[in-house]
């Protein structure tokens, strides 16, 4: 305790630069976090469908909105039923998510394995009640990120229950849309249909593969924030430096009347978790609004572990080589 | 015996030389004793002290204190003679300048095992204040006093866990000679109360005030 109330001592004239580097640091997080979940996600899934479906030639869905232009999507509603449920050729799924439940859409008859779709881990007995049903898709389901349960209570069909589907949802349900080995005409139809129909929406079709390759590509979008954090590393860095040099004769002065070895190192690194931890607690609460989520705690480990490893071990390394306790009592 | 060194050297290397600081040094302090050191610069003086003070290891030899190896014991152990077996007089008196005068007095109670409640503390520092005669000065910070009450401060500090034996490297070094004749009457007082005092000192004044003389020439005791 007393090592923490000299760390906080000692960092006492340095809070704005400490608050602004805490700044640095949340920004930076929110940055990684940003982009490296959304990403993570997207690609692990589309990871899982491409691994189930190599052979099945599937075909994904770029989507861009225009808010400039609002408009319905009731037209739209028949083109997806067409692809998704009915009609000759149906051999696809989607899904949206809403409070925590998800909504699948899709034809079992012509989905042969349950696997084929990413998140959905069905035991044995489960899937067999299911392949009974003719045409899916409906159910309220109960979804955990953690064990991936999905529980499918009814069967009724959902697309028939517009009222359940919002502009957000058909949104959702469109992009998350995968289509397996889809005749070229009925991907051409679809598309037509969706981008005429529903004005504020446009879409593009993709096969999965291409997709892939191209969120590989996107990976690149996280080269600025981790300039970000080697800059951020350099500003901890300086920091740490500069105080334990301006400190190194108080720390002597301690280690001299009693202070041991440990008592030092602890204040040293109290010192730098009152400056690095500030930022990286703050993201991995304020990150998906206070909802805790697994990735995002990982993350904000990670940077902590980089900051770690990259400021304070080379600051102390430096600091300890340079420094003889007997003498650096003589100097200040 | 408090103290006990056999054959203690101390070598300094760097990448580019290789100081011998002590050689061969051999030295008994037994209690109540007043130990003068002398010798030119850079004899090796401070860092015979060091070494009887903890701070720094020897390279080689035997250093006993109260029969017991320093070379086996534990950087805890250490920092507790450091705190409760030692007072420590440095030239510059190793105050922490941005911080009040009962803080630095107070700063080696904070690492002593045994526990004292915060009213006793405060009670022993403005007593040693009092009679250092510095009780006015107490929450002013250190920065702010002059180099003679700066030296009352670290006296202070150095009999606040009530040590046993007293470091004193060139404590006089930055004072004047009223100030000066202060400390040393203030460290004759420490020891007639039964306790050792070693102290380094330049000024040849000093060289008669305590039981023993030690005087250092190139890392070795001379005499």
Known sequence: ?332 | MLLKMENIGKIYESKYQRCIALEEISLEVGVNEFIIIMGPSGCGKTTLLNILGLITSPTSGKYTIRDELVNNMSFKKKANLRNNLFGYLLQDFALIENDTVINNILLPMKYSDKKFLLKTKEERAKGLASSAGINTKLNQKVKNLSVGQRQRVAFCRALINMPKIILADEPTGSLDSQNSEELIKNLLEFHKRGNSVIMVTHNLEYANIGSRLITMKDGHIEY
Request: include cysteine.
């Open chain 1, 1 to 332: 305790m007393k090592q923490f109330i000299c760390a906080l001592k000692d960092c006492r004239h340095r809070i704005i630069i400490n608050i602004l580097l805490s700044i640095q640091i949340f920004i930076m997080s929110i940055m990684i976090s940003g982009i490296t979940y959304q990403s993570y996600i997207s690609f692990k899934n589309y990871s899982y469908l491409y691994k189930w479906n190599k052979d099945k030639d599937s075909v994904v869905f770029d989507v861009y909105i225009n808010t400039q232009k609002p408009g319905s999507f009731e037209k739209s509603i028949y083109a997806l039923q067409e692809v998704l449920s009915g009609g000759e050729y149906s051999s696809g799924f989607s899904f949206f998510i809403e409070d925590d439940n998800i909504y699948l859409f899709g034809n079992w008859q012509n989905i042969n394995e349950f696997s084929t779709i990413p998140f959905l881990n069905i035991n044995e007995n489960e899937k067999k009640l299911d392949r009974n049903i003719d045409t899916i898709l409906a159910g309220q389901s109960i979804y955990s990120t953690k064990d991936k349960n999905i529980y499918l209570s009814s069967s009724e069909n959902l697309m028939e229950n517009q009222h359940l589907i919002n502009t957000k949802n058909f949104v959702q349900i469109v992009s998350n849309l995968n289509l397996f080995s889809p005749p070229e005409e009925t991907v051409d139809s679809f598309v037509n249909q969706i981008n005429e129909n529903t004005i504020f929406l446009t879409i593009i079709p993709k096969k999965l593969e291409i997709k892939i390759d191209k969120m590989i590509s996107d990976f690149c979008i996280l080269i600025p924030p981790i300039c970000f954090l080697f800059l951020t590393i350099i500003g901890v860095l300086c920091i740490l430096d500069g105080t334990y040099k301006k400190k190194s004769r108080e720390y002597a002065i301690h280690y001299v009347v009693g202070a041991s070895e440990s008592d030092i190192l602890m204040r040293m690194l109290f010192l730098f978790n009152i400056i690095s931890l500030p930022g990286v607690i703050l993201t991995i609460l304020t990150y998906n609004m206070g909802k805790f989520e697994t990735i995002v705690f990982l993350q904000g480990l990670c940077i902590y572990a980089i900051l770690f490893i990259c400021s304070f071990i080379p600051s102390l390394i430096h600091f300890f080589k340079n420094t003889n306790k007997a003498t650096f009592l003589r100097g200040d």
